[in-house]
């Protein structure tokens, strides 16, 4: 199919759940050697390759659900920005497993969003046996959607403020968080700051620009606080991991999704919710979802951490 698309010329948007060569490994190589220069052949000639994860593998086949869903996403946001048809090409035996990755998992996802897909039969007889190394290389990952926030203008209270921070404030937001709190996988807080983990990307997005409009409804004039004080919010999806922290005891998220999400806020100007291109593509995947997403182009986030596509999320009017 890739061959057929780049040979019509049309463009080829390729996105791999992890680095290249570990993909071609894991993914490519058993089926041959033609397979493989089939492979790089097709990637030459992409217009573009995304990774959706710049981690190992570690056999978790959570990473191959992830890149698919990413890769639905970014093809429902391009078709509603090109205002398109957008349709599914599967290559499927009809065997419906309820596995967390595998053409079963993308056909069921993609019917959600009430698009059509065309299925290839292939039939169960024809298909050569593939497997896949079951044990782990770490931790379990799930996918998770990350919320990072930080307010503006919070160096400045002194100490005969803290007090109403907390209680008119940080009190405020702490209600937001609990309205949610059947997906709030981990939150944690530190003066300004609050980090959570969402279980579902909804929620998130619920929950981040909630922050907002709880705040916008303070007096901060009144309650002797500066006006002036304002959240600055970034969102992220992708794989993390709970382990015990080893200094306070308590299960905590780890993983390089929570550095990549970490990154995004600082560059988000006040007042907005910058989110990235996962966490737009898997929101634009989930039906009846009331958020909008909008393009604000490139941006280099913190400590020069990388360069990317970021999006403001809005509710849809």
């Known amino acids: 199919m890739a061959e057929a698309v780049l040979d019509a010329g049309i463009r080829l948007e390729v996105v791999l759940p992890f680095d290249t060569d570990e993909f071609e490994a894991v993914s490519v190589a058993p089926a041959g050697a033609s397979w493989a220069a089939r492979f790089r052949s097709c990637l030459a000639r992409a217009a573009s390759v995304v990774h959706a994860s710049d981690s190992s593998f570690m056999h978790d086949d959570e990473m191959f659900g992830y890149a698919a869903r990413i890769a639905m996403g ?137 922050f907002h409009e709880a705040l916008q409804r303070v007096d901060l004039d009144a309650i002797g606080l500066p006006s002036d004080l304002d959240l600055r919010i970034g969102a992220h999806a992708g794989p993390v991991m709970a382990i015990v922290d080893p200094v306070s005891h308590k299960p905590t998220y780890w993983g390089r999704e929570l550095t990549r999400a970490a990154r995004i806020e600082p560059r988000t100007p006040e007042g907005e919710v910058y989110v990235t291109d996962a966490f737009a593509a898997l929101l634009v995947l989930k039906p009846g979802a009331q958020f909008a997403t909008e393009y604000v182009g490139r941006v280099t986030t913190a400590k020069d951490f990388e360069t990317i596509p970021m999006y403001r999320l809005k509710r849809r009017d």
Do not use: K, M
């Open 74 to 210: 970014h093809a429902l946001n391009r078709a509603a920005f090109l205002d398109a048809p957008v349709e599914q090409l599967a290559v499927w035996d009809g065997d419906p497993t309820g596995g967390v990755a595998g053409t079963a998992h993308d056909v069921a996802i993609w019917s959600a969003t009430g698009h059509p897909t065309h299925v290839i039969s292939l039939p169960t007889s024809n298909r050569e046996p593939h497997e896949t190394p079951s044990c782990r290389s770490g931790p379990s990952r799930e996918i998770g959607a990350i919320v990072f926030t930080d307010l503006h203008g919070f160096s400045r209270l002194r100490d005969e403020q803290f007090a109403t921070y907390v209680s008119e404030v940080l009190a405020v937001l702490g209600a937001v968080i609990d309205s949610h709190s059947d997906a709030v996988r981990w939150v944690n807080t530190w003066g300004d700051a609050i980090a959570a983990v969402f279980s579902d990307v909804t929620a998130a997005a619920d929950c981040a620009l909630g």
